[in-house]
């Protein structure tokens, strides 16, 4: 039996900091948002659901460039960001109807039903950095979502990209732990 401090501390170091997801995140959503200054509204958007897509694998492709386990099954902190990635997907039972009968909601609804696994990242390493971002995120989303309605999904994407060129400035100065990494637990 591993304590929190120890599991907390394998999955910083197998993750190396988990910089992965949010530099695909920053690239597809800056792509978005000037996707928004050239498509009509609703192409920007069918544009912004597809894009969105592209963000896992894209993070993927780093995480292997940068030797980070992020698929890693043997911490069960690991397993609780998986099975969170998961209920963030789950909301794309939101974000379809809303593509269909009020798109003008779904810059919005993306924006923030995809940042939600930053609460839980958070608590896994034990850092308010993704309190923040989930935060800070949320708030400037529904802000812009008011302020610039003829531009909902560029402004949209700039408080996202935003807020993701903050947490990376942050997760790069935060020290990643350098624990033994756990073995994994017999089930």
């Known amino acids: 039996m591993h304590t929190l401090s120890q ?3 394998d999955f910083d170091q197998r993750s190396k900091g988990s910089l992965s997801m949010p530099i695909a995140g920053l690239a597809v959503w800056a792509v978005v948002g000037v996707m928004g200054l050239v498509l009509p509204f609703k192409t920007a958007v069918l544009a912004l659901v597809f894009a969105t897509g592209a963000i896992f694998p894209l993070a993927m492709s780093i995480s292997r460039l940068r ?3 992020l698929l890693d099954r043997s911490n069960p902190l690991a397993r609780l960001m998986g099975v969170c990635v998961v209920m963030v997907n789950l909301l794309w039972a939101v974000h379809i109807p809303l593509l269909v009968y009020a798109p003008q909601f779904v810059p919005l609804s993306l924006g923030i039903g995809l940042g939600l696994h930053w609460m839980v990242y958070s608590w896994i390493i034990g850092h308010p950095l993704g309190y923040r971002h989930a935060s800070l995120r949320s708030v400037g989303l529904l802000a812009v979502w008011f302020a ?4 909902l999904v560029t402004a949209s994407a700039v408080v996202v990209v935003l807020a993701y060129a903050f947490t990376l400035a942050e997760m790069r100065a935060r020290p990643v732990a350098g624990a033994a990494p756990v073995e994994a637990a017999a089930a």
């Open 148 to 151: 610039f309605p003829g531009h």
């Open 67 to 69: 030797g980070e386990q």
């Open 7 to 9: 599991l907390r501390s």
